[in-house]
């Protein structure tokens, strides 16, 4: 119940804001000199520096200022397709609201360099937190048939792309949680990974510190934790030059 909240109140911020500059442009709108699309964009700015001051992400600065565009023109676009694009949107890109972490898709070549580290591991259980279509746990419980491989994702509907995933695959030894990474018991398992962004891992590492067993490995792609020097780097042969940040508990 937490973390639904914890995802909704940046979508009552957008309400909020927009509400706010919708009001003052209501009860100014004698004295306000342009009208039409700018003053639509100008709402939009406004209601974007609204919610910036409310604590939102700067990932909301282009859907606030498009917004009141959005409901001015809906008479050339049918409204329930801006609903339904508002709720796709909302569905797959849920934790970019609130964590501030973007949909990362890990590639196959990432998937092959992880299947290295489970093996040289010899590790028995793994987590990806926030594993969003389920790729990298599916590969890997096939791979290690002795491994339990466990994904947590928050984000509606690539989760339930993941549980589709699972049920064609079969794979007994993987599972997949709707649950946010913060609250996910990270001592359970042998190598944590996450594909995040710059802003969560400080807290994520304490988290990794926190609660992980002594000789487990956490694995960063792509972002390392700021001030901390991994342990190694693995550099994975892919087109956008992946690095896995490895850092020995």
Not at 1 to 30: C, D, Y
Not at 78 to 91: E, G, R, S, T
Not at 160 to 175: G, H, Q, V, Y
Request: net charge positive; hydrophobic share 50%.
């Amino acid at each position: 119940m937490n973390s639904i909240r914890r995802q909704l109140i940046p979508w009552l911020k957008v309400l909020v804001s927009q509400g706010l500059v919708l009001a003052l442009v209501l009860w100014l709108r004698e004295s306000i000199p342009v009208g039409g699309p700018m003053l639509l964009v100008a709402q939009g700015l406004v209601a974007a520096l609204i919610g910036r001051l409310l604590g939102l992400s700067p990932f909301w600065i282009p859907i606030q200022i498009l917004l009141p565009l959005a409901a001015a023109y809906n008479a050339v676009v049918p409204a329930w397709a801006y609903l339904a694009a508002f709720i796709v949107c909302a569905l797959i890109y849920w934790n970019s609201a609130s964590e501030q972490v973007p949909l990362y898709l890990t590639n196959r070549r990432t998937w092959q360099a992880l299947d290295t580290i489970i093996s040289e591991q010899k590790a028995t259980s793994f987590v990806d937190l926030g594993s969003g279509m389920g790729g990298v746990v599916t590969f890997l419980a096939d791979a290690h048939p002795g491994l339990r491989a466990r994904g947590v994702e928050t984000a509606p509907l690539v989760f339930l792309a993941s549980r589709i995933r699972l049920m064609l695959r079969r794979l007994p030894n993987a599972e997949f949680a709707y649950r946010s990474i913060w609250d996910e018991d990270l001592s359970a398992h042998d190598v944590v990974y996450c594909f995040l962004s710059p802003v969560p891992m400080p807290r994520m590492f304490v988290k990794a510190k926190a609660e992980m067993r002594p000789g487990t490995l956490f694995v960063s792609n792509s972002f390392a934790v700021p001030d901390v020097e991994p342990d190694a780097v693995v550099e994975v042969d892919d087109t956008r030059k992946t690095r896995l940040y490895l850092y020995r508990i």
